[in-house]
Antibody, heavy 121, light 113 residues
Framework: QVQLQQSGPGLVRPSQTLSLTCAIS??????????WNWIRQSPSRGLEWLGR?????????DYAVSVKSRITINPDTSKNQFSLQLSSVTPEDTAVYYC???????????WGQGTLVIVSS | DIVMTQTPVSSSVTVGQPASISCRSS???????????LSWLQQRPGQPPRLLIY???NRFSGVPDRFSGSGAGTDFTLKISRVEAEDVGVYYC??????????FGQGTKLEIK
């Protein structure tokens, strides 16, 4: 059974970098059949896909246009986890952030527990 | 980006009665490979979303058979044949056909009358 465990700070100062980690159990980050995603949810924007990383003989990343200049998603094979970094945050980046495992059909069968990140001074 | 529009925004249903949620996309969700990557998710209060249906009509493992999905092209429906109290929450459709952006509907809140 796949489980995703998120960690990271719940408060980030404006202009700083938001950093979250998603630890994987029951699967491997370097699996060549799934992808590892970050999604956020806020009252104003609803559910918003941010990006993903996946391995298909080499590593690939895809990012949403809305955050492309500020986002980095990295796999960590030694710890079997992946991370999200979002730079230059503003209060508009306040949201619950989720990591999610993407299956073969663009579906999300597994989610992390969610992390509320508040951007405030 | 593809816009996913759900109706109704909220629904109040008596236990044991059916419920139906509609999802319309701004473009056809038929992928070039012939498949349609439309999913339905349920989010109970205080929890992450949970996958119910993938590829329009495929029920995910462990999902009760009172949940069913249908549709094609731009119009899709999630039906609950007999609503139970545990079905309270917000339901989302999501498209994964038009990459590089996956998009979600705005959600439909299901309440018990």
């Amino acid at each position: 059974q796949v489980q995703l465990q998120q960690s990271g700070p719940g408060l980030v100062r404006p202009s700083q970098t938001l950093s979250l980690t998603c630890a994987i159990s029951g699967d491997t980050v370097s699996s060549n059949t799934v992808a590892w995603n970050w999604i956020r949810q806020s009252p104003s924007r609803g559910l918003e896909w941010l990006g993903r990383t996946y391995y298909r003989s080499k590593w690939y990343n895809d990012y949403a246009v809305s955050v492309k200049s500020r986002i980095t998603i990295n796999p960590d094979t030694s710890k079997n986890q992946f991370s999200l970094q979002l730079s230059s945050v503003t209060p508009e980046d306040t949201a619950v952030y989720y990591c999610a495992r993407e299956g073969a059909y663009g579906d999300y069968p597994n989610w992390g527990q969610g992390t509320l990140v508040i951007v405030s001074s | 980006d593809i816009v996913m529009t759900q109706t109704p925004v909220s629904s109040s249903v008596t236990v044991g009665q059916p419920a139906s949620i509609s999802c319309r996309s701004s473009q056809s969700l038929v992928h070039s490979d012939g498949h349609t990557y439309l999913s339905w998710l349920q989010q109970r209060p205080g929890q992450p979303p949970r996958l119910l249906i993938y590829k329009v009509s495929n029920r995910f493992s462990g999902v009760p058979d009172r949940f069913s999905g249908s549709g094609a092209g731009t119009d899709f429906t999630l039906k609950i044949s007999r609503v139970e109290a545990e079905d309270v929450g917000v339901y989302y459709c999501m498209q994964a056909t038009h990459f590089p952006v996956y998009t979600f509907g705005q959600g439909t809140k299901l309440e018990i009358k």
